[in-house]
């Protein structure tokens, strides 16, 4: 049982540049999430989907676009990379009253 | 949205301290986590305790809904203790969750 698993676990983006954090869960659970982590700090919501086709943004949602086509994956898009964008990124998955299960997080810098 | 403030910020322990941390939040929920990033920041969840009282081992957790704060007791602690320990009760509309800043734990043998 793998869990959630993102790809990749690294990147190193120069500024301008887009690319895609991809998540993935086999628990079938319906909510996903997509938090940053900047150093020092808490996790900070981005955007989250309570279902396939269903998406909606949350506490840091500019800069960032999602989808939900299946109910396994739930990819984060970055269209311009910015040096604010550096951070540690967790994508999560739960059922709707469920603990959320967290992958073992991708580390973005932006140069 | 809801706020969400925790202390102590960090907090050193020798092993076999006990040690309380504390979550306060601005507004009612219908739920609130605890939960354990480890050095390697693996994300694990500890309780869901949206009131009451509950232990797990050496962990347990108290969370007085109608004063809104959470408490989170480390007894006997251990180095694998160590890391940051997040608050995160759930945002208005029930669909996820808020973290605060977290507490940051060293423990050393």
């Known amino acids: 049982n793998a869990g959630v698993t993102q790809t990749p676990k690294f990147r190193i983006l120069k500024i301008g540049q887009s690319m895609t954090l991809q998540c993935t869960q086999d628990?079938?659970?319906?909510?996903m999430y997509w938090y940053r982590q900047d150093p020092g700090m808490g996790l900070k919501l981005i955007y989250y989907?309570?279902?396939?086709?269903?998406?909606d943004k949350g506490e840091v949602p500019n800069g960032y676009n999602v989808s939900r086509s299946t109910t396994e994956d739930f990819p984060l898009r970055l269209e311009l990379a910015a040096p604010s964008q550096t951070s540690v990124y967790f994508c999560?998955?739960?059922?709707?009253?469920?603990?959320?299960?967290f992958g073992q997080g991708t580390r973005l810098t932006v140069v | 949205g809801i706020q969400v403030e925790q202390s102590p910020p960090d907090l050193i322990l020798q092993e076999g301290a006990n040690s309380t941390l504390r979550c306060n939040f601005s507004?009612?929920?219908?739920?609130l986590q605890w939960f354990h990033q480890n050095p390697w920041g693996q994300l694990i969840n500890l309780f869901y305790?949206?009131?009451g009282t509950k232990q797990n081992g050496r962990l347990s957790a108290t969370t007085v809904a109608t004063e809104r704060y959470s408490l989170l007791y480390i007894s006997s602690s251990q180095t694998t203790d160590s890391g940051v320990y997040f608050c995160?009760?759930?945002?208005?509309?029930?669909?996820?969750?808020?973290f605060g800043k977290g507490t940051t734990l060293s423990v050393s043998s």
């Open positions: 989907s309570v279902g396939a086709g269903i998406t």
């Open positions: 305790i949206p009131s």
């Open positions: 995160a009760p759930d945002n208005q509309a029930g669909t996820a969750l808020i």
């Open positions: 999560a998955s739960s059922t709707r009253t469920g603990s959320p299960f």
């Open positions: 507004d009612s929920v219908n739920n």
């Open positions: 628990m079938n659970h319906n909510y």
